[in-house]
């Protein structure tokens, strides 16, 4: 017998399988799948079963595989359907696709540092137990054969609670023996049931509707409002499935930030769940992926790299939040976690249920043409009020000498204080101060290995770069001229400080990336929040997302502007969606809730849709928007980054990369480029990027890959193919 072993090799990102012969005494083995250990040159590999053969064509010497690595196959027929389709949609090697889909721990490679299975010692009565009880000499003795008997396992830790020498006399008297036995590293835990609710007319008939397909391919668009109870949907939807015998995926964008949504489905379907999230430990996710494969669970849910999750018996996938960019890989591969999942539901016959108070533009205009099934959720669930949004104008505050924080906000946020009521701001940028310059010279502090300005962090009191993480200290006079400094721009740090001044009795409590750091600090300020521990939260975008919080009534966009003036063709949809998910954190439970959005913009058009709450209104605006720029949804884009340390040499291949693709693509296609990008040189790293658009084009993709190639061996330039972007 013969098998194909895809290898991964050293500075060959293409893939090669290779034909090994078996040897008789690994013949029992052999499985697609599973891991072996190989000879390869001089060397040893590991590698991949991707084929099974019984001949050989040709004419050369075959070696023998050394191993077989795994007791059971790793990669299942879908799995490895799912790296190809990675492959050829993404351009990425085989090898890449399988380190990407799979926990650390089954990865091929020698290198890598090897997870093991963790085991536990139990404790097992050697003989029937009366004659155990009989032959125990002391109290604690017998207590432990007690508990033995009475527990069908009892660990030796917990055995050794009770008395260390009884359990060492035990099992030297042979009256209990002890064996090993594989354990997960998360251990379940009880959750407090909670009853399933009655489904409302509008909920009823998105049941109803999805329902109908199950067991067939059909994709489904949910749009329905923050609040409009999809969640319940969700939910109800997976018991039916469960009932049939089958299992459920869920993925949603970021389990720290909805630490509520798992809760909810635990309480639901208790340990029948597991979570796969981006804080698991590298033992912890192996376990996970273990108790998924083996079919101990009925339900997965978990962030983008769930969508390989290897459940067998898939009867429906759940994407809630689609509008979410933590659906794109933003390194190689650069898949998107909703193309894979639709082709899973494809593979499956299945249905996928896409989820969304925002949809985005390009799945919104395919519901109008009914590639996907559109179910909407328009109200909220007790027909609880929208808030009330207001704009304010900054330029007539500067007027007044407000530059963060306008009157109308100010009152409000007193008003909310004075009613014991909590207040959410969001300013979508951290640090104090964003640029700090010279008056006399002019220097400004940047960073001396990016395109950019260094941010005045307060609390460390030092200067940081928020591309490369560069960290200098900040002098107090200008380091040129000895001058003082000037602090522009200004981030949560300075806007916390200010809200102490202005309310100095309130308990603030401030979320960014730089208080967030340490595992599950996130979960407990949430929880302190929700506890009423603080009266006011400040943060990132991190706050805007899925939190329910039924004591906030006022809302506060602190700088509206900063995601609008992004230069990227997403950035009214972002804003739109960003600034509709803050919004929908004021008034859930029953206050109404007031949003008071600050921008030096006031008559922007995505603000007054923000404001009327009016996303038919924004997405006809922004669909003729794209249509005349033409972008997605009209088009769709492939972007190319052509990086390297060496400027001209870089801008030569970048000029290059644009003449070999006019020459290979459809004369439709449109390239734009070489241009800079945003931030041109990130970590001395020079990026000239090129956008490609398109509609129909049978020459690109094969185009694509020749140039692909033809990078490859190059170590001065890099190529960065990026199929669909979500941002340019
Ligand atoms: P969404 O996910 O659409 O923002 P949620 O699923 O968070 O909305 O629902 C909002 C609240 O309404 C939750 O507290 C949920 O338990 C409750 N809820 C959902 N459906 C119902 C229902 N049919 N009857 C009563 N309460 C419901
Ligand atoms: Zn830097």
Known sequence: MFVDVLLELKNKQTDQTYTYKVPTSLLKKIEIGKRVKVPFQHRELEGFILNVKKKVEGDFTIREILAVLDEESILNEELIKLGQFLKNTYL???????????????????????????????????????DALNQAKTKSQKEIIDCI???????????????????????KKNIIREEQEEVYRLEDKVYVSDEKKILNTE?????????????TFHKFLLYGITGS?????????????????????????????????????????????????????NGERYDEWR???RGEVKIVIGVRSAAFAPLSHLGIIIVDEEHAESYKQENTPRYNAIDVLEYRAELNQIPIVLGSATPTLERMAKSTKNLYTRLELKNRINHQALPICTIVDMKEEAKKGNLILSDALKNEIEGALSRQEQVILLLNRRGFSTTITCSNCGFTYKCPHCDITLTYHKTKNNLRCHYCGYTTYKKDFCPNCKESLNFYGYGTEKLEQLILKEF??????????????VKNSYETMIEKFKNQEYDILLGTQMISKGLDFPKVSVVGIINADASLNIADFRSNERTFSLLSQAA???????????????????NNFILKCVKEQNYEKFYQYEMNLRKKLKYPPFYYLVGIKVTGMDYDLCSKEAVKVVQYLKKNVDE???????TTANVFKVNNIYRFQILIKYRFDTKLMQTLKELDSLFILNHKIHLEIDINPTSV
Request: glycine share 4%; net charge positive; aromatic share 6%.
């Open 92 to 130: 990425c090697s085989l090898s890449t696709a399988y380190a990407t889909m799979l926990p650390k721990a089954l990865k091929a490679s020698l290198k890598s540092k090897k997870i093991n299975k963790k085991y536990e010692k139990f404790l097992i009565l050697n003989m029937p137990y009366d």
């Open 149 to 171: 008997e009475a527990s069908s396992k009892l660990t030796k830790k917990e055995a050794q609670q009770i008395s260390l020498s009884s359990v060492s006399t035990l099992l």
């Open 203 to 215: 909920q009823k008939n998105a049941y109803d509707a999805i329902l109908k397909k199950l067991n």
């Open 229 to 281: 109870g999809k969640t319940e949907v969700y939910m109800q939807v997976i018991e039916e499935v469960i009932k049939q015998g089958k299992t459920a995926l869920v993925v949603v964008p970021e389990i720290s930030l909805t630490p509520q949504f798992v809760y909810t489905f635990r309480q639901r379907f208790s340990n029948s769940v597991a979570v796969l999230h981006s804080h698991l430990s």
């Open 291 to 293: 108790k998924i494969k």
């Open 504 to 517: 100095p009795d309130t308990k603030v409590l401030r979320m960014d990336a730089d208080t967030t750091r």
């Open 584 to 602: 929908g954190r004021a008034g859930r439970k029953d206050t109404v809730g007031t949003v008071v959005i600050q921008t030096y913009m006031p």
């Open 668 to 674: 439709n296609t449109i390239i734009l480029g070489p």
